[in-house]
């Protein structure tokens, strides 16, 4: 038995529940976690520290709400289209990452977008009843609380390569490859073409979206000035997308507000008009062009220094790549050169677009004003694909096979999150909580199976029963 697991074994004999009358309960904030209230607006945003204070502030930025208690974990879940769920089912009646999403880009159900106004106006009606103090979870034990203590003894005993190092060199890595790729096109021979499209689209992929999915989150380093740089760079230089509505639309709604209905739904990735076949396999060929003529149309929502500084950084990222083509790989038109660019960057985005339903889409939806607590919401309401050798590379592991623990905990890095994927599970099990779990194969056949179903029809609003 593994040493953390013998404390939490230690720790449920002496919180049993004939006792807990007699003892304080721990919150959140008993454990040195972010105070929040559930539904509060904008809650989720990006915790940034600077220096040597991350371990100091760690446990602030774990912690991210005070959760129903161990009891009312029995209650029912309705099971999820497909998945493979551990822990008992419950009863239920009725938003990659960063490089830009379609509901991140704040695109519509019929091509329009969704401002940041209308979003905050659901966000303060939403926010009203949440705040109201139920009294129940406070008389008892904060799941949420003692999962948050087990991760940040964890996150106290990695060292800063463990934290920020390894995921930090995966990023260089690939932009060191980018001459190599760029280069290669140069060649006659076709193979060596292919492989100067592959590296170049694979690192391509790498940059935008583990780059800017980790410096929305700010966990490339410890500093928030150079964080803020560092979003700056992938998300505008490299992913042609602002930094400000990505920030704002992945970390505080989609975090925030994950599966509640107009929120954080994922419901702007449905595009009802087109076929199962266009949406799955030709549509995503399009995500290169879409993103930056999204991202110019949400500039509206920023300040004007800000719009233009996201202009010149757009152009300046695909400008670049345009100039390397010609001068580097050696291109003799334009229309080729463009041609390649839309290759190299669409080359990775049918499973960015397939990762992004699979991991919420089919699962259960919450209205804004019935939603559970945060660990009710997160471990039911997000799905973990499995491991997959280039996808982990490329989107990180908090996309693909750790997306529940980067939903309860934000602002770990990809190695952490993989880090402690096995106490998370075993914690959630062993509450009698849901932990979804499915391949991407089967979730692929699940939604071209019932495509209608999840993907043209809203889906149905649940409610998990005795834990509002």
């Excluded at 049918?350 to 991991?359: E, L």
Aim: some cysteine.
């Amino acid at each position: 038995m593994e040493p953390w697991q013998e404390g939490m074994l230690m720790k449920n004999q002496k919180w049993y529940p004939e006792r807990r009358k007699e003892e304080q309960p721990k919150t959140a904030d008993a454990v040195g976690m972010e105070p929040q209230q559930e539904g509060a607006p904008l809650s989720h945003g990006v915790v940034q520290a600077g220096g040597n204070a991350f371990l100091d502030e760690g446990k602030r930025r774990l912690g991210q709400g005070v959760t129903p208690s161990h009891e009312s974990a029995d209650a029912k879940l309705q099971l999820p289209y497909g998945c493979r769920r551990e822990g008992p089912e419950e009863v239920i009646s009725g938003e990659q990452n960063l490089r830009p999403s379609l509901d991140d880009l704040g695109l519509g159900k019929d091509g329009s977008f969704t401002s940041r106004r209308e979003k905050m106006g659901i966000l303060k009606r939403s926010a009203k009843e949440d705040m109201q103090p139920t009294g129940e979870w406070r008389l008892e034990e904060s799941l949420m609380g003692e999962l948050s203590e087990m991760v940040q003894n964890v996150v106290k005993s990695s060292s800063w390569w463990e934290r920020h190092g390894i995921d930090g060199t995966i990023i260089a890595l690939n932009l060191l490859t980018l001459p190599v790729g760029f280069l290669l096109l140069r060649s006659n021979n076709l193979l060596s073409f292919l492989w100067g499209i592959v590296i170049l689209g694979v690192a391509h992929h790498t940059i935008t979206v583990k780059g800017s999915h980790l410096a929305s989150h700010n966990v490339l380093v410890e500093s928030k000035s150079w964080g803020k740089l560092w979003a700056i760079f992938f998300i505008e230089v490299c992913s042609a997308f602002t930094a400000e509505q990505g920030s704002y639309n992945h970390v505080k709604i989609h975090h925030g507000y994950t599966n509640v209905i107009g929120l954080g739904d994922s419901s702007t990735w449905k595009l009802p008009f087109l076929n199962r076949f266009v949406y799955m396999f030709i549509a995503p060929i399009a995500v290169p062009i879409i993103t930056p003529l999204v991202a110019i149309g949400l500039l509206k929502e920023v300040e004007l220094k800000t719009a233009i500084r996201t202009l010149c950084c757009m152009f300046i990222g695909l400008y670049s790549h345009y100039w390397l083509l010609l001068n580097v790989s050696g291109f003799q038109s334009m229309w080729s050169a463009l041609s390649c660019m839309l290759v190299t960057r669409s080359l990775l985005a049918h499973p960015y677009i397939h990762v992004n339903i699979f991991q919420h889409i089919g699962l259960p939806m919450f209205s804004a004003d019935k939603k559970p607590k945060r660990i009710y919401m997160m471990s039911s309401g997000v799905l973990n694909l499995s491991q997959n050798l280039l996808l982990d590379w490329s989107f990180g592991h908090s996309l693909i096979s750790c997306h529940v623990e980067h939903h309860l905990f934000p602002t770990l890095s990809d190695n952490m999150c993989l880090k402690v994927k096995p106490i998370v599970s075993w914690y959630l099990k062993e509450k009698k909580l849901t932990y979804n779990e499915d391949s991407y194969w089967s979730r692929l056949k699940l939604f071209l199976d019932k495509y209608e179903e999840l993907m043209v029809h809203a889906p149905p609003i649940s409610e998990l029963v005795g834990v509002q």
